[in-house]
């Protein structure tokens, strides 16, 4: 299912997340399978309807062990999503981007097929309220990692946009000139730091509204201006 899931993904665009160790554990030990499935469970993010990330079997998504790692997949509806998360710590995340498939989903419960596939919308966008809640999620589970020691003292992020080049921001409401706010950049790198498990859990919000306004400067917005929005956005899912 992984492979299929990875190939839906990467042919619109998509986020990548690149959670990694800095340094050695202090324990030097690697977790257990069980412990894997567990610290995901225990670090989710429950802001929007789905968590983050997604775990569970179901008709529309599977996990399991695979080498030295457990492997997630999902597709439902508009939710593309397929993680690694290794004994050592390394945890790699694809997740499309649900602004691509809002039009194609199908009923909940229908299982998805390329004949229900409707195109890209056309310019293809990213949504404003969909970034900042999606950075603010990654954030606080990465931080809810390193507090249980996954990472050991220090955790290196790296958060990449791909499918960019092209795309416009969308907004609740009505933009005058909104095909002027577009990227010409693919793909975005938004974030590559280390941090302490401490910064990173007292920083976590704000970095989070931080890598969203590098992302819109990028789309010729300067929403450096509107942080205090983005913090508002940020704290109403």
Known sequence: MRTEVMKKIKERGYWEIVLRPRADRPDGKNATFGELVRLIEDSQVQRRGMPYPFLKKT?????????ARLESSMHYVFYLSTF?????????????????????????????DYARQNPRPDPPFLDFRST????????????????RGVFGDRVGILIRLHGT???????????????RHNCRT?????VRAVKTPYELWLERDELAVDACIG???????????????????????
């Not at 690694?84 to 998805?112: I, K, N, S």
């Not at 900042?132 to 507090?147: D, G, K, P, V």
């Not at 789309?219 to 704290?235: D, H, K, Y």
């Open 84 to 112: 690694r998360f290794h004994r050592g710590g390394l945890f790699v995340h694809h997740l499309g981007m649900p602004e691509d498939r809002w039009d194609d989903a199908p009923p909940p419960f229908v299982p998805w």
């Open 215 to 237: 992302i819109f400067d990028l789309f010729n917005f300067p929403s450096a201006c509107i942080r205090g929005v983005l913090v508002s956005a940020q704290e109403s899912p």
């Open 186 to 190: 693919d793909p975005i790198e938004v």
């Open 165 to 179: 080049s092209g795309r416009i921001l969308k907004f609740d409401g009505p933009l005058p000139a909104l095909e």
């Open 59 to 67: 008709r529309f998504s599977d996990y399991k062990i695979v080498d």
């Open 132 to 147: 900042i809640h999606q950075l603010t999620e990654i954030f606080l589970f990465a931080s809810r990692l390193a507090s």
